[in-house]
């Protein structure tokens, strides 16, 4: 088992930046990619960014160039530093993990960007 608690969401003006963490813990040894997915208000779950161990990353299209995703050398912690945040990027931010097929996730982090 897996547990995941995701820290850094708030509110932000468009234009600013807000980086967010989640820690893993458990049996971590197994994680192979940790990732963020968000979820607006009446959208789906969707992938924002994803890191493997083996370090290659993936981004949405909608934040390549303005988010950073990173994780620590035992892979126990992945961050997200957001920059350029606008109205769209608003969403609960959820941390994810798989374990050799095994998924697991955080309870999520509200993200509001509002003037």
């Known amino acids: 088992q897996v547990q995941l608690v995701e820290s850094g969401g708030g509110l932000v003006q468009p234009g600013g930046s807000l980086r967010l963490s989640c820690a893993a813990s458990g049996i971590t040894f197994r994680i192979n990619a940790m990732g963020w997915y968000r979820q607006a208000p009446g959208k789906e779950r969707e992938l924002v960014a994803r890191?493997?161990?083996?370090?290659?990353?993936y981004y949405a299209e909608s934040v390549k160039g303005r988010f950073t995703i990173s994780r620590n050398n035992e892979g126990t912690m992945v961050n997200l530093q957001m920059r350029s945040l606008n109205a769209e990027d608003t969403a609960v931010y959820y941390c994810?993990?798989?374990?050799?097929?095994?998924?697991?996730w955080g309870k999520g982090t509200q993200v509001t960007v509002s003037s």
């Open positions: 890191i493997s161990i083996g370090g290659n990353e």
């Open positions: 994810n993990a798989n374990s050799y097929g095994d998924v697991y």
